[in-house]
Nanobody, 115 residues
Framework: QVQVVESGGGLVQPGGSLRLSCVAS????????MGWYRQAPGKARALVAA???????EYTPSVKGRFTISIDIAKNTVHLQMNALRPDDTAVYYC?????????WGQGTQVTVSS
């Protein structure tokens, strides 16, 4: 069984930066992927960024050049560095870990971009 715990998030002004972190624990081994989805009020949950243990990354077009995802395999930890934040980045951000074809979600962390 895998557990996922997020940290980071909060309130930031437009143009500011935040860093989200997510740790996967438990039966985490082999090749796996981790990443972030977000859900804004009234909208569906959507992929933000993802990374695999062999280094492949994927970003939704609206965050390319502003967000960077990275992984520390030794610590089963993924980070999402978010720069140049905009009000439309406001959402609950959910981390996931996909290990052995099983996806586990974190509880979510609120990111609010507002002046």
């Amino acid at each position: 069984q895998v557990q996922v715990v997020e940290s980071g998030g909060g309130l930031v002004q437009p143009g500011g930066s935040l860093r989200l972190s997510c740790v996967a624990s438990g039966s985490v081994f082999g090749t796996y992927s981790m990443g972030w989805y977000r859900q804004a009020p009234g909208k569906a949950r959507a992929l933000v960024a993802a990374i695999t243990t062999d280094g492949r990354t994927e970003y939704t077009p609206s965050v390319k050049g502003r967000f960077t995802i990275s992984i520390d395999i030794a610590k089963n930890t993924v980070h999402l560095q978010m720069n140049a934040l905009r009000p439309d980045d406001t959402a609950v951000y959910y981390c996931y870990a996909a290990v052995n074809h099983v996806t586990t979600w974190g509880q979510g962390t609120q990111v609010t971009v507002s002046s």
